[in-house]
């Protein structure tokens, strides 16, 4: 019997389900009575990821300021001092949502370069429905560049499974139509059904990503120019602000309101969001929004039924147009909620910037 902890990574373009996806798997984990560590990846510190974990009691690492394949050492450091004081059984990574190439630069490193021996599971890659009819069914605006498709069809072309999420929002004809496509377009890469949300299809997720043998094995040819061009067409925003209001807000609807108001404008604008996530926190409870393309509206994935008079806010943004087009878009934004709500905001920390050229720590094809 192989001791060493298992290493599951799910990989997926932005806004594909990821976080939701690897709760649901560290709940079943630690209901067999097993240790989990997490590591979550962004480009930036802030993470709403990270906080939403450990909102929910796990124990999270988090690698910031590049992705796990140009940080391989604060990858394997941050696995270390998870594992400090108890060893996990599971180590469950979510990689950042706009890198490829993760086999040749995560996987294949930790098996032959990294001193401690892990268990290596399916690579399993995460799309949403939207993303897999403009892309592989060029159904309506595309919505992203050639080159940052190129990113989302190298990240299906690597993985050891594929995952169709949100299957609970399509009709049962739309799942066929895009399961077909996906083999069609990758003919010997087998496909799970799921509803990260819902649970529906998580017991064949589970029974996959337990698999034994030998996974991580599709290495592939990747243009260095275009994956980074790709990245580089996304503004990334990282935000923390503080909301001060002199009477009780609702926090679910002030999260509704900035999300729905960043939608608008992005429409009005012909600027794609490839994903926009916020959390709000305040005594002990927390909300969550998520936006995921400009063709759905925003969600309130996870209400708190709170109000008071002051909350934290986290935004996390990766949209289609400049840093500073961003930036100053989020700033209004947040002024207008704010007046709205007869409240003062407070921005404690911004980082908006576009991700820099991969240069992965190790490579091995």
């Known amino acids: 019997m192989n001791d060493a902890p298992r290493f599951v990574m799910i990989g997926g373009f932005l806004g594909a389900g990821k976080t939701t996806t690897i709760a649901r798997l560290a709940s079943h984990y630690r209901a067999q009575g097993k240790n989990v560590a997490i590591v979550t990846n962004d480009q930036a510190a802030d993470l709403v990821d990270t906080l939403l974990l450990r909102a ?16 391989f050492d604060a990858l394997t450091g941050t696995v270390e001092s998870l594992s400090a ?3 996990p059984d599971v180590v469950l990574a979510e990689p950042v949502g706009s890198c490829t190439d993760l086999v040749a630069t995560v996987i294949r490193p930790l098996e032959q370069i990294y001193d401690q021996s892990f268990d290596i599971a399916p690579y399993g890659v995460i799309i949403k429905p939207s993303h ?12 992203f560049s050639p080159k940052a498709e190129y990113i989302f069809r190298k990240q299906l072309e690597e993985a050891d499974f594929v995952i169709l999420n949100r299957i609970d929002e399509l009709a049962a004809e739309d799942v066929e139509k895009l399961a077909g496509l996906l083999a069609e377009n990758y003919p010997d890469t087998p496909l799970i059904r799921l509803s990260a949300k819902s649970g529906q299809g998580f017991e064949a997720l589970q029974e996959f990503v337990e698999l034994q043998g030998q996974f991580g094995q599709r290495v592939m040819d990747v243009d260095y120019d275009v994956y980074a061009e790709g990245e580089a067409e996304l503004g990334w925003l990282n935000c923390q602000a503080v909301l001060q209001a002199a009477e009780a807000m609702d926090l679910d609807q002030t999260l509704m309101q900035l999300l729905n108001s960043l939608h608008k404008s992005f429409v009005e ?9 916020v959390i709000g926190m305040a005594d002990g409870v927390y909300a969550v929004s998520n936006l995921v393309s400009n063709a759905d509206q925003p969600v309130l994935s996870l209400p708190s039924a709170w109000s008071g008079s002051q909350a934290e806010l986290v935004i996390n943004a990766r949209v289609a147009t400049s840093p500073e087009a961003l930036e100053r878009l989020v ?23 576009r991700p820099g050229r991969p240069v992965p720590t190790h490579r091995l094809p």
């Open 85 to 87: 004081e108890q060893r």
């Open 331 to 353: 700033r209004d934004t947040l002024s207008a909620v704010a007046e709205n709500t007869a409240a003062q905001i407070q921005v404690r920390a911004l980082q908006c910037f």
């Open 132 to 143: 897999g009819q403009k892309i592989l069914g060029g159904e309506g605006q595309r919505g």
């Open 56 to 71: 929910q009691g796990f124990d999270v690492g988090e690698v910031a300021g590049s992705c796990f394949c140009c940080n």
């Open 269 to 277: 604008q012909e600027v794609e969001v490839a994903h926009l996530k």
